[in-house]
């Protein structure tokens, strides 16, 4: 199989001939994981998992969904910082970072990284690490598909013993209530490394009805941990947090298979600022109508300072803890009917250019543009920064002189836009 992605590298790389790369294909945008007119290398037929003597390292196929991979390592009481949705890939999820229930631990996915294999524009099977060719290890933590195609990554582990996962779910009128319970997490000092969550405001565009949905998690087998006390006395619709394994929080039920986008924005932490996202949200799309089904989803996921600390010399994020406590916005549309695709674009790109105006009014407004969640217009790779922007072109470069993952492979974000 690793031979194969070398010498399919090899032959197509040669002839001009357009290829896109795929891991577990979750990136909605089109394009971004498969090609019309070239060929799609399917690393799917690379999963396996397996881990060091001491169970140190686990070593992952870039194919692997991170559901094999908690099923896996969950029997050996151990785990990796890696995503929260069991069908998510491996591959994809780390070279943007990757955001994990163990990030205000360890840091992004990428962060735990500790070696890449890798096959480069000229087919050559490399590994790299801190101590070989490191700048290229560093410029795979955040560089995405711009570099080669990424068939291995070694990650540390962590023990593990049980996590408290589930959902809470809260009718809109306690919306208030629920973002001041979300602040008080997100902005705790010191924050809580054991809390993870997440809290979207839902909206059905059918039926008009919001719904508030928090996933809050404690990455320990503890029942009611203080930092979500707030959270848990806001009268509930349901419920269903209990302790629980990765492997079993991982395995959501797969998604009805619609048109999705995302688009994504990085603000500081504020009960106003919520407020008004909820509010510009509303009024823009309240009387939003297209045929067939669409939801919007706004999500909140707090980003602390101790979430970025870890990367913050060896990734290419820019992300800093000096700019304190801060939340990533993941703004998205769910929609059945195909035609109504260019009207959704243009209404999801009209609120978050809404909201990126109030948060900057606000003083709210941070450079960070997650590229996991980032919509086709949006440039995550210059929100990195001056000095990332020009290290990663520095990078391709010199280990793709030729371009060939820049100009073959159009799908996803590329350095020289
Ligand atoms: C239901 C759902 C849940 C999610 N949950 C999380 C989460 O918990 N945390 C989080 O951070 N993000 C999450 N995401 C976002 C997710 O990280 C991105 O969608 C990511 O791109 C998906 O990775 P993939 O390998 O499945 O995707 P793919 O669509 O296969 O790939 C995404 C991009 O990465 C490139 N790529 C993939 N594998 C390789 C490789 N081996 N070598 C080189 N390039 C490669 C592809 O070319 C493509 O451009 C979620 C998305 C969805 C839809
Ligand atoms: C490669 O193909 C693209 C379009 O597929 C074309 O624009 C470009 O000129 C080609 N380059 C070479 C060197 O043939
Ligand atoms: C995930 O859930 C499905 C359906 O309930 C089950 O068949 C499967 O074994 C589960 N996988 C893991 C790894 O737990
Ligand atoms: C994992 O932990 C459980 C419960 O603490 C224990 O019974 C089991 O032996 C451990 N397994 C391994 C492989 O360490
Ligand atoms: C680093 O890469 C070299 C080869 O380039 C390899 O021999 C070594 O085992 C790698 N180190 C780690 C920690 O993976
Ligand atoms: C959303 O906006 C509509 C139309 O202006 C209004 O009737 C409704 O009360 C608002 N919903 C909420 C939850 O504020």
Redesign the pocket.
């Known amino acids: 199989m690793l031979v194969d992605v070398a010498s399919i590298i090899t032959t197509i790389a040669n002839q001009n001939c357009s290829f ?9 945008a089109a394009g ?2 498969n090609i019309d007119k070239g060929i799609t290398i399917d ?1 799917t037929g ?1 999963n396996a998992v397996t881990t060091s003597e001491d169970a140190s390292i686990a070593h992952v196929g ?2 692997a ?2 559901l094999d991979v908690y099923a896996h390592l969950d029997s050996l009481n151990k785990t990796v910082a890696g ?3 069991g ?7 780390t ?6 229930y163990f990030s205000p631990q360890v840091g ?2 990428c962060d735990s990284a500790t070696n890449f294999e ?1 096959v480069l524009a000229n087919g050559e099977l490399v590994e790299t690490n801190a101590s070989s060719q490191s700048d290229l290890f560093r410029a795979l933590k955040g560089g ?2 711009n ?5 291995r990554i070694d990650f540390h582990t962590l023990p593990m013993d049980g996590i408290l996962g589930g959902r809470v779910v809260n009718d809109i009128s306690h919306r208030s209530e629920v973002f001041n319970a979300f602040r008080n997490i997100a902005d705790a000092h010191p924050y809580d490394v054991h809390a993870s969550i997440t809290t979207s405001a839902i909206f059905n565009a059918v039926t008009k009805a919001w719904t508030l949905l928090s996933a809050p998690i404690y990455t320990k087998p503890q029942t009611n941990p203080k930092v979500y006390a707030e959270l848990f006395a806001i009268p509930s619709i349901s419920n269903t947090v209990k302790v629980t394994q990765l492997h079993t929080l991982a395995n ?1 039920s797969a ?1 009805a298979q619609t048109n ?1 986008l ?1 688009s994504t924005g990085t603000y500081g932490v504020s009960t106003q600022l919520l407020d008004r996202i909820f509010g510009i949200c509303n009024d823009t799309l309240h009387n939003f109508n297209v045929a067939g089904s669409l939801q919007w989803i706004a999500t909140f996921e707090p980003l602390p300072m101790v979430f970025v600390s870890p990367g913050v010399h060896d990734n290419v994020l820019g992300t800093s803890p000096e700019n304190g406590n801060a939340m990533i916005l993941l703004f998205s549309a769910s929609w059945s009917d195909h035609d109504a695709s260019s009207s959704v674009h243009a209404k999801l790109e009209e609120v978050l250019r809404k909201i990126n105006t109030a948060a900057r009014e606000m003083g709210q407004l941070r450079e960070f543009v ?4 980032a919509g086709t217009k949006q440039k995550p790779i210059s929100s990195y920064g001056a000095q990332n922007d020009a290290f990663l072109r520095h990078v391709a470069k010199k280990y793709d002189p030729h371009g060939i993952f820049q100009s073959q ?1 159009p ?3 590329k350095l020289f836009d």
């Open positions: 896109a790369i795929k891991s577990q294909g979750h990136a909605p971004f994981a690393l690379l870039t194919g969904s991170w995503g929260r949705n069908g998510v890939g491996v591959g994809g999820l070279l943007g970072g990757g955001i994990s992004f996915t890798i995405l598909n570099f080669g195609v990424v068939t959501e998604i999705q995302f997650y590229a996991n969640y492979v799908g996803g974000f």
